[in-house]
Structure formats: C-alpha cells, structure tokens
Nanobody, 115 residues
Framework: QVQLVESGGGLVQSGGSLRLSCAAS????????MAWYRQSPGLERELVAD???????RYVDSVKGRFTISRDNAKNSVYLQMNSLKPEDTASYYC?????????WGQGTQVTVSS
C-alpha cells in the first residue's frame, strides 16, 4: 500500500515561488505516471502536471512555462517547482498517479497566492 504525503505549500505573494514535495511511503519507482493535481473551493480537482517514469512531462496550459514537475525514483518522491505564481494558482495541491487512484489521495498542501 502506497501513502503519499504532500508538503511545501504556504502563503506567497503574486510573482513568488514555492516548491512542493510528495513523499511516497512505498515505492513509486515502477509507477509510470505520477502527477500533481489541484482543487480550489467550489471547483473540480484538475490535473496540473504529470511525469512518466522516464521523465517526460505534460502540463495544463495555465501553468506552462511557470511550473516544473520532476521525480526522484530513488527517493520515492515527486516535486513541483512553481514560479511566477498568480492568485488563480491558489488551491490545495495533491500528488497521485495519473490517472489517479482513489486510495492514494492524501491531505494535500495548501498554496495561497496573494495579489
């Protein structure tokens, strides 16, 4: 059973940066796609970025050029570097597989961007 724990969120001003981390209790090195999702109040959870085992990445259009997803299979970790943050990036951020598995959803980490 894999447990995913997100960290690194916080309050930041518009234009600032944050780096989110996702630590897996079990091995995710063989998981082909890992991803970051986010959810704002009243909205559906959306896929922000995903990454294959080999490092190929995809991003939702709204974060392209600003966010970078990466993974360290040896450390069973996935990261999301977020630069040039905007107020509309405010959300709870979660990591999971892609597509997501219900049993892997964690508590998430809150990102709040002030204008």
């Amino acid at each position: 059973q894999v447990q995913l724990v997100e960290s690194g969120g916080g309050l930041v001003q518009s234009g600032g940066s944050l780096r989110l981390s996702c630590a897996a209790s079990g091995s995710v090195s063989n998981v082909v796609h890992m991803a970051w999702y986010r959810q704002s109040p009243g909205l559906e959870r959306e896929l922000v970025a995903d990454i294959t085992k080999g490092g190929l990445t995809r991003y939702v259009d709204s974060v392209k050029g600003r966010f970078t997803i990466s993974r360290d299979n040896a450390k069973n970790s996935v990261y999301l570097q977020m630069n040039s943050l905007k107020p509309e990036d405010t959300a709870s951020y979660y990591c999971n597989t892609s597509p997501p598995r219900v049993e892997y959803w964690g508590q998430g980490t809150q990102v709040t961007v002030s204008s």
